[in-house]
């Protein structure tokens, strides 16, 4: 397994695809996180989220077995393409997108502690964590797009326009009011708390 | 004279996604326009604020969820 860390994301899916079973699981592993945060702050739903994820990853795991995999170190952008259309399919067959659940309570599974942390340090934690999603829940969808594509996919400008089917500039507009709105929101906070 | 540099060409640069000629060109128009670098540094400071943001949160999926998707990749292949 500690070898299998140190490998690239093409040549785990080499491995894999050479019969490693460990290989995709460290490889999913490594990538889990900007995935499955990419997708929960487009769905804002814990359940939903996994449900994708999965569904991604289920994807993923068909088209590298069927070889037609052709994305040569692209392989987190090609995955959150996927769970993007993914997510995008899901609003569309319910015929809504989504809305701010603000009755959904915050999750303590939404964090991933780095260390152990006492009671108190959980608190400031989870305080940190619920503002800022907060923040960003608070951006229109499309301005939040843009903002966890290039944060959790590593996503181009040019890979952002190619999923959300806009033209380079319209999704560079996109960004420049995402980053205008949430320092005014970032502001506000701190206006607030002092 | 001072070079014409978008406000999204200077979202590419400060990405750096701008291609070669780009960059010289950009970079050519900061070093003669003091009202651009003031742009400019407005942005890095809002993709740093942005970043710094991002940064403190972390998401994963439940520990079943990942067995389903590792139970599945064994299913239909690998060792």
């Given at each position: 397994m500690c070898i299998l860390k140190s490998l690239t994301d093409q040549e785990l899916i080499s491995s894999y695809l050479g019969g490693s079973a460990k290989s995709i699981e460290v490889l999913i592993k490594r990538h889990r996180h900007r995935v499955f945060g990419y997708i929960y702050l487009i769905v804002k739903n814990r359940e939903l989220a996994e449900d994708i994820f999965q569904?991604?990853?289920?994807?993923?795991?068909?088209?590298?077995?069927?070889?037609?995999?052709?994305?040569?170190?692209?392989?987190?952008?090609?995955?959150?393409?996927?769970?993007?259309?993914?997510?995008?399919?899901?609003?569309?067959?319910e015929n809504r997108m989504p809305k701010l659940r603000e009755t959904e309570e915050f999750s303590i599974f939404d964090i991933i502690p780095d260390k152990q942390e006492n009671a108190e340090e959980k608190t400031i934690t989870r305080q940190i964590h619920q503002q800022v999603r907060s923040l960003?829940?608070?951006?229109?969808?499309?301005?939040?797009?843009?903002?966890?594509?290039?944060?959790?996919?590593?996503?181009?400008?040019?890979?952002?326009?190619?999923?959300t089917n806009v033209s380079i500039n319209t999704a560079l507009g996109r960004m420049r009011y995402a980053l205008i709105n949430l320092r005014k929101l970032i502001e506000r906070r701190h206006m607030v708390v002092q | 004279m001072k070079q014409q540099v978008?406000?999204?060409?200077?979202?590419?640069?400060?990405?750096?996604?701008?291609?070669?000629?780009?960059?010289?060109?950009?970079?050519?128009?900061?070093?003669?326009?003091?009202?651009?670098?003031?742009?400019?540094?407005?942005i890095i400071i809002n993709i740093q604020a942005a970043e710094r943001e991002i940064s403190k949160i972390s998401y994963a999926p439940g520990e079943e969820c990942l067995s389903k998707v590792f139970n599945y990749s064994r299913l239909v292949g690998g060792v």
């Open positions: 569904d991604t990853f289920v994807k993923i795991i068909n088209t590298l077995r069927s070889g037609s995999y052709k994305e040569e170190g692209k392989f987190l952008p090609w995955v959150v393409r996927i769970a993007h259309n993914l997510a995008i399919d899901h609003f569309r067959k960003i829940e608070l951006l229109p969808r499309e301005q939040r797009e843009v903002l966890v594509m290039r944060h959790y996919g590593e996503m181009d400008f040019k890979e952002i326009a190619s999923v | 978008t406000f999204n060409e200077l979202l590419l640069f400060a990405c750096n996604e701008t291609s070669l000629s780009d960059t010289v060109r950009v970079e050519t128009a900061l070093s003669a326009d003091p009202v651009l670098r003031e742009t400019f540094r407005d």
